[in-house]
């Protein structure tokens, strides 16, 4: 039986940890002029997926 590629794509956005998966917040890529400083300031940083994405992320990242 062949291995399970890893989704490309996936593997750019999501990174494996001890406790899950670590993510970026989404709208943060351009037309941020309009946004306040706060909310700007608030999507800085990193989240953690979602009990209910895992199972899909881990079988993007070929983690089965």
Same mark, same amino acid.
């Given at each position: @039986? =062949?291995? @399970?590629?890893?989704?490309? &794509? ?5 990174k494996?940890?001890?406790? &899950? ?13 309009? @946004? ?5 300031r608030?999507?800085? &940083?990193?989240? @953690?997926v979602?009990?209910?994405?895992? =199972?899909l992320v ?7």
């Amino acid at each position: @039986m =062949p291995k @399970m590629k890893t989704k490309s &794509g996936a593997s750019k956005r999501f990174k494996k940890t001890a406790n &899950g998966f670590k993510r970026k917040n989404a709208f943060k890529s351009h037309i941020l002029t309009k @946004m306040t400083t706060k909310r700007k300031r608030n999507l800085r &940083g990193v989240q @953690m997926v979602s009990a209910a994405d895992k =199972p899909l992320v881990a079988r993007m990242l070929a983690q089965i």
